[in-house]
């Protein structure tokens, strides 16, 4: 188990990516940052592990997947979690259940409600800017670090948050 520090706590993070390259990068980046990494290629294999295993503090999540896609596992996920509360993780207890950030080269801003509608919480644009992502991953267990990272017209959609 890895110690976590209050500046920057170390998380439990499930890759959702059909891109192998892709996801050997971000699984590379997160792990330096001392993050547990789990990888899964498309949604359903998302979702079964979820199934199995609700110990993750937040999802990243491709849209673009074959076999189920990003915003049909994000749905499914966010159907299981109110059939079953099993929300042990301080990230639970702040989001109120797994955190979901889109991971996407084609998001538009217009799909900001969609997003929302369908459970995600927040986006990051690929090509990924890791400062950035190291900056949202903070707000997962940050609340105030969260708020600031909240989305709000006129803001620039492509940092993500």
């Known amino acids: 188990t890895k110690v976590t520090t209050a500046e920057h706590p170390y998380l439990r993070i499930l890759i959702v990516e059909d891109n192998d390259v892709n996801r050997l990068i971000l699984a590379k980046r997160l792990t330096l940052d001392h993050h547990t990494v789990v990888n899964t290629t498309n949604g359903q294999e998302a979702l079964d592990r979820i199934q199995s295993d609700r110990e993750f503090d937040v999802v990243l999540m491709d849209l673009q997947m074959p ?3 990003g915003f049909e596992a994000t749905q499914k996920i966010r159907e299981l ?3 079953s509360r099993l ?3 301080p990230a639970h207890q702040l989001n109120g ?3 979901i950030f889109a991971v996407s ?3 538009a801003e217009k799909q900001h409600d969609e997003l929302v509608q369908i459970g995600v919480d927040g986006w990051i644009l690929k ?4 400062r ?3 900056v949202i991953m903070k707000g997962v267990t940050d609340a105030d670090q969260r708020a600031r990272d909240i989305y709000r017209i006129g803001c620039n959609w492509e940092e993500g948050g």
């Open 105 to 107: 080269a084609s998001l």
């Open 67 to 69: 076999i189920l896609n």
């Open 97 to 99: 259940r797994i955190p």
């Open 81 to 83: 979690e109110r059939t």
């Open 127 to 130: 090509p990924i800017d890791f």
């Open 87 to 89: 929300l042990t993780r």
């Open 132 to 134: 950035r992502l190291a």
